[in-house]
């Protein structure tokens, strides 16, 4: 990829590994990484092959640390400051990815790489990441969802405190808030990220799909609305030749003798 390989894509086993890679810089977001973020994202759409995206950060000390503030310059206008952020959705590619994005976090994840990470699926990080939003200490607000996903990832008082402070989080405390759902030792981190990401790999790629949009969409529909695209994305899955595979399989388990039988039969 161009721009000095900021951002390396790679392809194996169904997995496309992401990697940012500006270790000497703690992997910080520049201009360069923006626009190779996208690519390496729509890459990923487009291959066939790919089934499941890692996002992680190159060098040991960081998956990403934020922005790149030498990069900040005065702007002429509010209007223009808004219209530039406007028209540069940079993580748009990856939060609309229909196949499952993991980000394996280790080390600093702060300000945009907290954003990135709240982008992704499933976020599993080594148990010395830690967090935060240093934003409103520079005199600036997050730019690419931040103050709107974490909210709805930790709640509104933690979200408050953690954006309004700046204040960072360990791993642990990250994990009992539900900003991640998987810590390991740090080397461990590669190993148990693989492994999440082949288990992924091994599903439908259509089922992971409608997954992902039931559960998003639960996010603003009514309850009865939600049921009901649930009933309709199951419908659509149910004849396919991946769903009915996976239940003749799934059936000839063993110790399954305590059930029905018939494990479409006991599905609810």
């Known amino acids: 990829m161009a721009e000095e390989e900021v951002v390396l894509f790679a392809v194996s086993g169904g997995i496309a590994w992401v990697t940012l890679n500006r270790p000497a810089k703690l992997n910080a977001v520049n201009a360069a990484m923006r626009a190779a973020l996208g690519r390496a994202a729509r890459m990923a759409a ?34 223009e400051a808004r219209q530039s952020r406007m028209t540069a959705r940079w993580l748009q590619p990856l939060e609309e990815l229909r196949k499952p994005v993991l980000a394996s976090i280790h080390g600093y994840c702060l300000g945009g790489g ?21 934003e409103t200490g520079l005199g600036m607000l997050t730019g690419v969802g931040g ?12 979200a408050m405190d ?26 461990a981190l590669a190993a148990e990220t693989e492994a999440l990401a082949r288990q992924l790999a091994a599903r439908s790629p259509l089922a992971l799909a409608f997954a992902k949009e039931a559960i998003h969409a639960a996010q603003d529909l009514p309850l009865q609305d939600g049921l009901r695209l649930e009933t309709d994305l199951l419908s659509l899955l149910l004849n396919t030749p ?24 006991d599905h609810s």
Not at 115 to 121: F, I, K, T
Not at 147 to 158: C, E, F, K, N, Y
């Open 46 to 79: 487009e291959d066939a092959q790919v089934r499941v995206v890692v996002l992680r950060g190159a060098g040991p000390r960081a998956f990403c640390a934020g922005a790149d503030i030498h990069e900040f310059d005065e702007v002429p206008s509010a209007a």
């Open 147 to 158: 103050s709107q996903r974490l909210p709805r990832a930790v709640g509104t008082a933690l």
């Open 162 to 187: 953690m954006m309004l402070t700046g204040d960072r989080i360990s791993a642990g405390r990250a994990l009992t808030a539900g900003l991640v759902t998987r810590i390991v030792p740090p080397a």
């Open 242 to 265: 991946e769903r009915i595979t996976a239940v003749r399989a799934f059936g000839q388990m063993p110790g399954l003798e305590g059930g029905s039988g018939n494990p479409e039969a």
């Open 114 to 134: 907290l954003e990135m990470a709240l982008a992704c699926d499933i976020r599993i990080c080594a148990e010395d990441a830690s967090f935060g939003f240093p």
